[in-house]
Structure formats: structure tokens, C-alpha cells
């Protein structure tokens, strides 16, 4: 980025700015574009319309995902891909805090704002979803049941999950002033969810419900210990799902 | 609704045929209140632009949706109430399938319906969260350890995961031109995700973390065998999470 010039994000920091400050009817394109120190015209080589300029670029940002998980390697677990995704959407907002946590005071205050987010949340959650799908129709190791009835369910709670958890620590981390390290705390809550995927992703696959070998692990459970507990060891002694 | 005048949904389908027909942009509120037989100013009774014209009542459903979860029975599962809310939900659909149908083929169509569509889904998604977080605060049994970091987490996802495999339900339905029982296609759904989600909702509960009683069941696992077939063996063993 080092010597770009950083039109777009002056531009998007102008907007946010002029809409919390005297409303968002009340602010023109041209006060923006003047704020930012461009020119209208300038203003419609970034963006479209004024609720535009508040968004960060989900259209640049959809495309690297795209293109992250077209490039994945097949034989690495799907859910490596989506995180490495879920990364790549939320570095848009921790690159800029500021911006971000102003964004946000907006996005709250301005409903039509906020389901402009939402209706952007949801495309990257289709992205996920039609991963997962190829990656279950594709021949060779980590191949799914297919897409249709419980295969294709799978893939779309898969995908709504990782959605959700990204969305959960944006939120918590813009609530907390955006002033720590928000891919740490993504990290943290894939984690959480992941022995919970691992199992969902891989757990219905038709060549392992038919076991190859028939070795037999034994696992002593007390009772009320807490099930994902209980599938850690499992999976630490089978070797993992 | 026997005797019921159906106005309200015969300004919805005759929406749905004139967007269809002659498109969205082409079609005027008059030429709708006139296909269903009724004045203009009947229209905006009902509805306040054209575009509210096509969509059930989602308005009206949250709020049905917001008693059922606020009248819950505190001591059944969260999950049993979110089942039921995520019925009433699809039954706005399901009671009118050919509606449903061809609204289907609309929303594919046009985008900007589409992603009303996609906002009303994410607003059902944060009344549910918003159950499970009070849930989670609630004294007595089921209670959870509170709503923020991981518990937050796990409500924000468990909604998700309900409201994801509704939509997709929902979708499979009307692309199968939502000639069969779509409730019991929820049913299906929900039963596929109830071992996961029950994991998810309760596994974590810090009483049950440590636990009181020390008996231990000893559970002999093949290497292979799906972990969620591991949990249901050893839920039944252990009398359930």
C-alpha cells in the first residue's frame, strides 16, 4: 500500500465523518468529495452512490475470497480455506480501526446503513457455501456426500457458522474500541468452532462411515464432562476426524 | 382466516404476477390494487411502497416469533422453542406454496428483492440470538455462562446454524416447486443439526464442567467411525448432554 495514493479511504473516512456529524440525508456528495480535498468527479471513480463511500470495497474484498478459495489446496481441510477467508474480510475493517469504529457508531444509527452491511455479510456467506459444495462434488480425499438434502445443508450451516463467528468478533472487537488485535480474537472463536466443523464438515463422508481399518480406540468418559471435551480426546486418539 | 377477507394476499400475488409478467420497474401500484380488485388507497393500508407488496409479513411473524420465545417454558431446551419459531417462520410460506413459488422466481430475478429478503432473514437471527443470550443470563436450570466472549459466540452461531438450515429448507422446497411437506423437511433439517446444536448450546456450562458425580462410561470407538454416530453412542450412554 506503502505510496498509493489513499483516495478511496480518505473519501470513505469523509463520509463517515460528514454523516455522524450533521446526518446522513443532510450530506451531499460534493461536501465529501471537498472534505476528502478531490474533485466530484473523482468521488464517481470510487464510488456510485454516497452510502457507497461508508462501505468498505466488498466487491474487491469478495473477489480475492473467490479467488483464495478457488486457489485452495484440495487435499487441506476446507475449513483452513474459509478461515484464511474470514481473515481476508475481517483484515478490511482491523486495517483501518478508527475508520471501522466509526463506521460502526454510523451502521447503528442508520438502518438503511446497516442492511447494506448485512446484504454484503450474505455474499460472502453464499462464496463460502458454493466452496464447500465444489469441494464436496470434487473426486479424491475429503470428498462429501455431495450437495444435495443433508450434504447440501451441511455446507450452508458450515458456512453460516464461520459467518457468524466472524461477525460476532468484528462486533466485539469494534464494542471494545477496536484497540487490539481483532484477527487474534478471530482466531480464538474459529477455534471455538472448529472441533464443532471438523465434525460437521467430515463427520458424514460415506467412506468413513464404512471404517477401512476396524482398529478400536477405548475412552473412559466421566459423565458431565462436556461433550466437545469428550470429542477432543477421541479425535487426539483416532488421529483426528 | 375462514371468512377472513384475503386482501392482503391477493395484493401480494397480484404483485408477484404483474413484477413477473411486465417487470418490476414497468409495474405501478395502481396496476396492482387493480389486479386484486381493490382501491388504491386499499393498497397502502396494507403496504406502504410496492416492493413491501411481495414479501409475507415478516413484520407481523417477528413479532409472533418474539412471543413464542418470550412465553418459552425456561426448563425445555432452547432448541425445542427456536424449532417452533423457525415453523412459524416457514408456514408463512409453506401455507401458500404457489405464492411462495413464484416469489421464489421473482427474488432470483431482482435483486434488490432479494436482499429485503436477506435483511428480514437477519433480523428472525438476532431475536433468536438475542433468546439464547437471555437464556444464557437466566437463573435455573439451562443456565448458561453468560453472553459475552464464548457464550456469545455460541448463541450468535447456534442462531445462525437455525436460521441457515430454515433457508435452506425453505430453498430445497420451492425448487422442488414446493409440492411436498415443508414442514416436515424442516423437521428433517433440524433433527440433523439437534446433536450438534444441543452440544453446542450446553457443552459449555461451567457446572457442568466440573463434574459432581465421577462415574465413568467406557466407550470402545473405531477408527473411522463419524464422530457425530461417537456422540450419539456416547450421549446414550452417559443419559445425554
Known amino acids: 500500500m ?18 455522524l456529524a450533521q446526518g446522513y440525508d443532510e450530506t451531499t456528495v460534493d461536501e465529501i468529495a471537498e472534505a476528502a480535498g478531490v474533485a466530484r468527479r473523482t468521488f464517481f471513480r470510487y464510488f456510485r452512490t454516497k452510502d457507497d463511500a ?8 469478495l473477489k480475492r475470497v473467490q479467488d483464495l478459495l478457488a486457489a485452495a489446496d484440495p487435499r487441506s ?7 484464511e477467508a474470514a481473515h481476508l474480510v475481517l483484515a478490511m475493517y482491523a486495517d483501518d480501526p478508527a475508520t471501522a ?19 454484503a455479510t450474505n455474499r460472502y456467506q453464499r462464496v463460502f457455501t ?39 468478533v468484528l ?22 468452532i472448529e472441533a464443532m466443523l471438523d465434525q460437521w464438515l467430515d463427520g458424514e463422508h460415506p467412506d468413513r462411515a464404512d471404517p477401512v ?22 479425535e487426539a486418539a483416532t488421529g483426528g476426524a
Chains 1, 2 share one sequence.
Open 171 to 192: 462486533r466485539q472487537w469494534l464494542r471494545a474500541g477496536g484497540s487490539d488485535d481483532a484477527h487474534a480474537r478471530l482466531d480464538a472463536a474459529l477455534d471455538a
Open 213 to 234: 481399518g476396524e482398529d478400536v480406540v477405548v475412552v473412559a468418559v466421566r459423565r458431565g464432562v462436556p461433550m466437545w471435551r469428550v470429542v477432543r480426546e477421541i
Open 54 to 61: 461508508v462501505f468498505p470495497d466488498h466487491d474487491d474484498c
Open 130 to 168: 458454493e466452496f464447500l459444495h465444489r469441494r464436496a462434488a470434487a473426486p479424491g480425499p475429503g470428498t462429501g456426500p455431495g450437495t444435495g438434502g443433508q450434504a447440501g445443508l451441511r455446507d450452508e450451516v458450515a458456512a453460516a457458522t464461520v459467518v457468524a463467528a466472524h461477525n460476532h
Open 2 to 19: 506503502t505510496g498509493r495514493p489513499r483516495v478511496r479511504e480518505d473519501l470513505t473516512a469523509a463520509a463517515i465523518s460528514l454523516f
Open 101 to 119: 469504529v466509526r463506521r460502526y457508531e454510523l451502521t447503528r444509527r442508520v438502518e438503511p446503513l446497516r442492511e447494506r452491511e448485512i446484504t
Open 77 to 83: 481441510p476446507a475449513l483452513a480455506a474459509l478461515r
